[in-house]
């Protein structure tokens, strides 16, 4: 069985994340503490709320430190929807810097009818990668900030009326999904089991 | 394409899903964490479970009812009934709800709605409006519908938005529960007046009822007796829903 770390920073989601884990047959661990984190293999960054506040909770704890110090170490890691957007250089939403793992900034998505994007969405593969192998797919998202399509480490796209915004993104060993994989059916668990079993290349 | 949403609601007291007519005369209608379960595996898109007993016991109980239901379910679930503070809202995000609905709170104390979206994110924070049928217009009442409040549930729906909401869950209360179809005139100036999601919510009978709302513009229709009767399943709703080129998942 694979093990894996969910990040635990306060922010919401982690109980549902750990239990679509588990369903995938992963060892979950969840934890605040920055030295299990910083010496984690597996680690999973869960979302929910604003990226201002995830970011300034993962700053005060010493967890934002510990997850440089692993993504250093090429272990795979995974951001889920405000998760994903912490690892990017800076987030419009709260104007706050994130981590700077992914290079490119998190807006206000732009083009859309209807703000949050709230739903069933498709998420279309741009190029070949483990963590999109089983796309296309419709997933659910949750979410009115997110990257461009357009941003180089983008693995696969979503479109919401006259938008196109990143929905898998990856380089090296950082990744993210936009959309909650921990609740979107076997769609989720085909991205968590693709993760699991991620050595953290392409 | 973004696809519109069918959730089935669960209105529970006492550790059971009941179902009244316009919100009196309940009936049991068994436990609610299978039917989440139920209703997950048929294709609901996402799952509304409505608390409708008071009280600090009930609310303990409520808590670890959704923790339950939360890991268990593979599908959003938003929770709502009884939600008075942002401790309230914490407390069952934690718990394992992806959205939690706030509704006579808000309108007592709109400042609610702002504090909750900006400690969570209005993507979490859905505010539920339940309109009855005033003249030509809807009024928004609190309690559900025992108070009324004065206020028009469009302009309310207006400031709820502007306030902070991610979301907006209407319900019709002159057709709430009676299956006579959702009350489209409503949502028509709703989808005019805010640029928020809108789950419409109160009077479907049948699956043509949930496609007719669906296509008039609302992201989600909400519906209860339909499918705890075992009437209609979800994945019968959706083949209507796509026979009318509605995108459905």
């Given amino acids: ?202 | 394409m973004l696809r519109r949403r069918i959730i089935p609601c669960l209105d529970v007291s006492g550790g059971r899903v009941v179902k009244g007519v316009e919100f009196v005369n309940l009936r049991d209608c068994g436990e609610p964490v299978d039917a989440a379960l139920r209703y997950a595996e048929q294709g609901a898109d996402e799952l509304c479970w409505l608390n409708i007993t008071a009280g600090d016991e009930a609310w303990d109980e409520l808590l670890t009812q959704v923790a339950d239901a939360g890991t268990r379910i593979d599908v959003p679930l938003t929770v709502g009934g009884g939600v008075s503070d942002e401790p309230h809202v914490r407390d069952l995000l934690g718990a394992g709800a992806d959205k939690v609905s706030i509704n006579s709170a808000a309108l007592d104390r709109p400042l609610l709605i702002t504090e909750c979206a900006e400690r969570h994110g209005s993507q979490c924070i859905v505010v539920a409006i339940d309109a009855r049928r005033s003249g030509d217009d809807w009024e928004a009442v609190a309690s559900g519908g025992r108070r009324t409040t004065g206020r028009d549930a469009v302009e309310w729906a207006r400031e709820a938005v502007e306030r902070g909401a991610g979301e907006l869950l209407v319900t019709s209360m002159d057709s709430d529960g009676t299956q006579r179809g959702y009350t489209l005139e409503l949502y028509d100036r709703l989808l005019g007046a805010v640029d928020v999601p809108i789950i419409a919510s109160g009077g479907a009978s049948s699956p043509s009822d949930i496609a007719d709302v669906l296509e008039l513009g609302v992201s989600a229709a909400l519906a209860a007796s339909i499918f705890h009767d075992g009437i209609h399943t979800v994945e019968e709703v959706k083949q209507t829903c796509r026979k009318r080129n509605l995108p459905m998942r």
Avoid: K
């Fill in chain 1, 1 to 202: 069985m694979t093990a894996v770390t969910v990040v635990d920073y306060g922010g919401g989601n982690v109980r549902s994340l750990c239990a679509a884990l588990e369903r995938c047959g992963a060892t979950v661990t969840v934890s605040a503490e920055p030295s299990v984190v910083a010496s984690s293999n597996r680690l999973m960054l869960a979302g929910q709320g604003a990226a201002g506040t995830a970011m300034q909770a993962l700053n005060a704890t010493g967890l934002a430190e510990a997850l440089l110090d692993a993504a250093r170490r090429h272990v795979p890691l995974l951001g889920v929807c405000v998760g994903l957007q912490v690892l990017f250089d800076h987030s419009e939403e709260d104007d706050c810097a994130g981590l700077g793992l992914l290079h490119g900034s998190v807006r206000r998505i732009e083009g859309a009818d209807r703000l949050p994007h709230l739903g069933w969405n498709d998420v279309e593969p741009l190029s070949e990668h483990t963590l999109t192998h089983d796309l296309p797919a419709i997933t659910y998202f949750a979410h009115s900030y997110a990257v461009t399509a357009d941003i180089p480490s983008a693995l696969a796209v979503t479109r919401i009326d006259r938008a196109t915004i990143a929905s898998v993104v990856a380089h090296g060993s950082v990744a993210g999904a936009q959309f909650h994989p921990e609740r979107s059916s076997e769609a989720g668990r085909q991205l968590l089991r693709r993760f699991l079993a991620w050595d953290g290349d392409a």
